[in-house]
């Protein structure tokens, strides 16, 4: 199907074990982001990527980690995870033609 | 650090009833979007923005992009009980990279029959 997919869509995971969420999406759009979404901050761009093998910072990033080896896909990884990093996880992605960002259907992660 | 205050944090309002938030910052921004998300999913484009003084609708659905390019307000009349769920507005700072956005805290609409 085409659009844009996160897996899992619910994860628990122990402090400081290493996860990896996957966002995959069937555009070939060029940018690609992670957001988290808590409560009374709404979404804080972690990171996001321009094109495959380029990726930048965003607001939040301390403690994650991202790739793009390939266009569709686009990985953020918690090397270390803690409980502060318990949130929804939303990939988006977009073209260049403008800035309308579609997401994906987010990935709750609980970190024990 | 979050630069849009979004207001007002929830509505609770009877259907029929007519909607209106807004998003205000400091900062100038080129573009505004509104997204609506329903529980479990992600955020959904309702409508973009993109030159100053602009007025855009979509169906029910009204927003304007402040022509001092720090504000945008999104308005919905005639409430439905579909129309549950919270409204985000999101902006990309003149200067900051493509696609790049802020986002507000989110207003929490609930509609009563």
């Known amino acids: 199907d085409a659009g844009i997919t996160q897996s899992p869509r619910y994860k628990i995971t122990e402090t400081g074990r290493q996860v990896t969420l996957m966002c995959h999406q069937t555009?070939?759009?060029?940018?690609m982001f992670w957001y988290r979404q808590d409560l009374g901050h709404g979404l804080r761009l972690i990171y996001y990527?321009?094109?495959?093998?380029?990726?930048d910072k965003g607001e939040v990033p301390d403690g994650y980690v991202v790739s793009r080896s390939k266009t569709e896909n686009f990985p953020l990884t918690l090397e270390s995870a803690t409980r502060s990093q318990t949130s929804v996880y939303f990939c988006?992605?977009?073209?260049?033609?403008?800035?309308?960002?579609?997401f994906g259907q987010g990935t709750r992660l609980t970190v024990v | 650090g979050q630069q849009l205050n979004q207001s007002p944090q929830s509505m609770f309002i009877q259907e029929g009833e007519d909607v209106s938030m807004n998003c205000t910052s400091s900062?100038?921004?080129?573009?505004w979007l509104w997204y609506k998300q329903e529980p479990g999913e992600g955020p959904v484009l309702l409508i973009a923005?993109?030159?100053?003084?602009e007025l855009t609708s979509n169906g029910r659905l009204t927003a304007q992009f402040g022509i001092t390019r720090k504000d945008s307000f999104l308005n919905i009349s005639a409430s439905i009980p579909s129309d549950v769920g919270i409204y985000f507005c999101?902006?990309?700072?003149?200067?900051?990279?493509?696609?790049?956005?802020?986002f507000g805290a989110g207003t929490q609409v609930v509609v009563t029959p």
């Open positions: 988006a992605s977009t073209d260049r033609a403008d800035t309308e960002a579609f």
């Open positions: 555009w070939s759009h060029s940018y």
């Open positions: 990527s321009a094109a495959a093998d380029i990726t």
């Open positions: 900062s100038i921004f080129n573009t």
């Open positions: 923005l993109y030159k100053a003084g």
């Open positions: 999101a902006g990309q700072l003149i200067g900051s990279s493509w696609g790049k956005l802020q």
